[in-house]
T-cell receptor, first 110, second 114 residues
Framework: KNEVEQSPQNLTAQEGEFITINCSYSVGISALHWLQQHPGGGIVSLFMLSSGKKKHGRLIATINIQEKHSSLHITASHPRDSAVYICAVGYGGATNKLIFGTGTLLAVQP | NAGVTQTPKFRILKIGQSMTLQCTQDMNHNYMYWYRQDPGMGLKLIYYSVGAGITDKGEVPNGYNVSRSTTEDFPLRLELAAPSQTSVYFC?????????????FGPGTRLLVL
C-alpha cells in the first residue's frame, strides 16, 4: 500500500462543474502539499497546509489531520484547469523531504 | 529571477554512456532535490542537499551521484546509463524560513536510454 493515495486517478468534468480530488496518507507529516503539473510537464506548488483550509481563487484545499485526509476542490471548473494534480506529504523534519501520490489526471471539457 | 533551470530538456543515451543533468537555482535556496518521475508512479526522491558540501541519498539513489559545490548548482550524474533510468528528472529547491516547505521545480529533463 502506498503511503500517499489519491482518488480518483482520472476525472473528466464539464466546464463549470465543482471538482473534488482526495488524498489519504498513512504516515506522520509536517505538512501536506498540492501541486499542479501541466501537460507540458512543469510542476507548480498550489498549496502547503498543515491544518484547516486554504483558498486561492477558485481552488480550495482542506486537511483533516485526525483522519489523515485532504481534499482539493475546484469551483466553476474551466478547461484551463486540465492538468495532473499531485498530493505530497512532507516528512523528515528539517530536510523537507516529500512523498508523492501518483496524481489525478483532470480533463475539463468545454 | 529565472527560478530553477535544468539542462538539457531532452537527451537520448546509449546503454553504458554517462551524462550529467544540470540544475541551477537563483533564489539562494539552501535545500535542493532531484526526483525522477515514471509513468503511473509518484515522483521519487533520488538525492537531496541541505547546503553546499552536504548531500544525502533519497529513496532511489542507485546508479546516480550528486555534488553540491555551490549554493546555486546541484548536478546529477549518471555513470553507466541503463534502460531503467529512462525517466523524466526534476530538480527542485526550497528555502528554510517562512516558506520553508514550498518546493520550486525546474522544467524537467526527459531522458531516454536505449
Amino acid at each position: 500500500k502506498n503511503e500517499v493515495e489519491q482518488s480518483p486517478q482520472n476525472l473528466t468534468a464539464q466546464e463549470g462543474e465543482f471538482i473534488t480530488i482526495n488524498c489519504s496518507y498513512s504516515v506522520g507529516i509536517s505538512a501536506l502539499h498540492w501541486l499542479q503539473q501541466h501537460p507540458g510537464g512543469g510542476i507548480v506548488s498550489l498549496f502547503m497546509l498543515s491544518s484547516g483550509k486554504k483558498k486561492h481563487g477558485r481552488l480550495i484545499a482542506t486537511i483533516n489531520i485526525q483522519e489523515k485526509h485532504s481534499s482539493l476542490h475546484i469551483t466553476a471548473s474551466h478547461p484551463r484547469d486540465s492538468a495532473v494534480y499531485i498530493c505530497a506529504v512532507g516528512y523528515g523534519g528539517a530536510t523537507n523531504k516529500l512523498i508523492f501520490g501518483t496524481g489525478t489526471l483532470l480533463a475539463v471539457q468545454p | 529571477n529565472a527560478g530553477v533551470t535544468q539542462t538539457p530538456k531532452f537527451r537520448i543515451l546509449k546503454i553504458g554512456q554517462s551524462m550529467t543533468l544540470q540544475c541551477t537555482q537563483d533564489m539562494n535556496h539552501n535545500y535542493m532535490y532531484w526526483y525522477r518521475q515514471d509513468p503511473g508512479m509518484g515522483l521519487k526522491l533520488i538525492y537531496y542537499s541541505v547546503g553546499a558540501g552536504i548531500t544525502d541519498k533519497g529513496e532511489v539513489p542507485n546508479g546516480y551521484n550528486v555534488s553540491r559545490s555551490t549554493t546555486e548548482d546541484f548536478p546529477l550524474r549518471l555513470e553507466l546509463a541503463a534502460p531503467s533510468q529512462t525517466s523524466v528528472y526534476f530538480c527542485a529547491s526550497s528555502y528554510p524560513g517562512q516558506q520553508k516547505e514550498t518546493q520550486y521545480f525546474g522544467p524537467g529533463t526527459r531522458l531516454l536510454v536505449l
